[in-house]
C-alpha cells in the first residue's frame, strides 16, 4: 500500500473502537507479540475462498473502507492479496508485510481480535461454540497456556458485552465449520 494512503487509513483506522466508553479495551491481547513475530502465521491464507479469513459483521463493516472488502450473504470478508514473500500464499489487505503488522491493529475484526480462539458451529443443529484453535495452528495456545488460564473467560466476557453473540443469534456472522483442530471451551448457543 502506498504509505500516504497507508498513514491516512491509520490514522481513520484510529484508536476507540470496540473499546469500553472509548477508554479501556474491554479484553487485552491474549498472545505476546513476540511470539507472533516468530510465528507469523496469522493474516496470510492458502486460497482466495480461504473461510480463515476475516468475515465483518455488517456493523463492523462500516468502520472499513468498502473497497477491501466482498460481501458474502449477510456479513463481509475481507478481500486478500498476493503474498509478495510466497506468491502461492495470500494476505489480509490490512497485513503490511514489511514488518508484519496489522494497519487497523485497533480496529481488527472481532474474530481477529479473539484469535486463536474461534466460534464454531457444535455437532447438535444450530448450536454455537467457542474453540480454541490447537497449537499445531497457533504455537501460542500452549506457551501463553490460552485453553485453560483466564483467557478463555476474558473472550467469552468479550464476546457477549461486545454484542458479538447477539450478531450470531441475527445471522449477521459467519460461523466457522466444525474442524479437528479446535479444542472446545464453552457452548454459546
Ligand atoms: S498463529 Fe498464533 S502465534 Fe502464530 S502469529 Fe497467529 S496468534 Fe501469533
Ligand atoms: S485485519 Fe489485521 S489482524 Fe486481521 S487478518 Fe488482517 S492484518 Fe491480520
Redesign the pocket.
Known amino acids: 500500500m502506498n504509505p500516504k494512503l497507508e498513514a491516512r487509513e491509520t490514522e481513520k483506522y484510529g484508536k476507540g473502537v470496540f473499546m469500553k466508553n472509548n477508554k479501556k479495551p474491554i479484553m487485552g491481547d491474549m498472545?505476546n507479540?513476540k511470539?507472533?513475530?516468530?510465528?507469523?502465521?496469522?493474516?496470510i491464507f492458502d486460497d482466495k475462498d480461504s473461510y480463515l479469513a476475516p468475515h465483518l459483521s455488517i456493523k463492523e463493516s462500516k468502520l472499513i473502507r468498502r473497497y477491501f472488502l466482498e460481501k458474502e450473504e449477510d456479513f463481509y470478508k475481507i478481500k486478500l492479496e498476493k503474498y509478495k514473500k510466497n506468491k502461492k500464499l495470500l494476505r489480509c489487505s490490512f497485513l503490511r508485510e514489511a514488518n508484519h503488522r496489522c494497519l487497523i491493529y485497533e480496529k481488527r475484526p472481532m474474530e481477529c481480535r479473539i484469535?486463536?480462539f474461534v466460534i464454531g458451529k457444535g455437532k447438535n443443529k444450530g448450536s454455537v461454540y467457542l474453540y480454541v484453535?490447537n497449537s499445531d495452528?497457533?504455537?501460542?495456545?500452549i506457551?501463553n497456556k490460552l485453553k485453560s488460564g483466564d483467557a478463555a473467560e476474558s473472550v467469552f466476557k468479550f464476546i457477549k458485552v461486545s454484542g458479538f453473540l447477539d450478531e450470531i443469534k441475527r445471522g449477521e456472522r459467519y460461523i466457522w465449520p466444525p474442524e479437528d483442530y479446535y479444542i472446545k471451551i464453552k457452548k454459546l448457543i
Open positions: 498472545v507479540s511470539i507472533c513475530l516468530e510465528c507469523k502465521r496469522c493474516c484469535w486463536p484453535v495452528w497457533c504455537p501460542a495456545v506457551k
